[in-house]
């Protein structure tokens, strides 16, 4: 069945950078779209970054210039690179596909804070 294990989270200081990483099994990695989201506490789910089968990324504004979605589909993993962080960063990072059906990771937390 299709699983998705992140990895990488953890308690960073303003400026700071983390890397997270998605460990997928169970379907054909290479040929579906990977996506990572966010959940802040008392806020909906919202789209962190996005990359398609063929390279392709999407970034909503509010992380353009400091996230990076990229994928290895050799590992099937995918990694969500992030610099500049700030306290708003602050939430649980989940991955996502939908390789037919919608499937989430357990998430991983992120803190930013000094």
């Known amino acids: 069945q299709v699983q998705l294990a992140e990895s990488g989270g953890g308690l960073v200081q303003p400026g700071g950078s983390l890397r997270l990483s998605c460990a997928a099994s169970?379907?054909?990695?290479?040929?579906?779209?990977m996506a990572w989201y966010r959940q802040a506490p008392g806020k909906e789910r919202e789209l962190v970054a996005q990359?398609?089968?063929?390279?392709?990324?999407t970034y909503p504004d509010s992380v353009k210039g400091r996230f990076t979605i990229s994928r290895d589909n050799a590992k099937k993993t995918v990694y969500l690179q992030m610099n500049s962080l700030k306290p708003e960063d602050t939430a649980i990072y989940y991955c996502?596909?939908?390789?037919?059906?919608?499937?989430w990771g357990q998430g991983t937390q992120v803190t930013v804070s000094s």
């Open positions: 996502y596909t939908n390789p037919g059906m919608r499937y």
């Open positions: 169970g379907f054909s990695f290479s040929s579906y779209t």
């Open positions: 990359i398609t089968s063929g390279g392709r990324t």
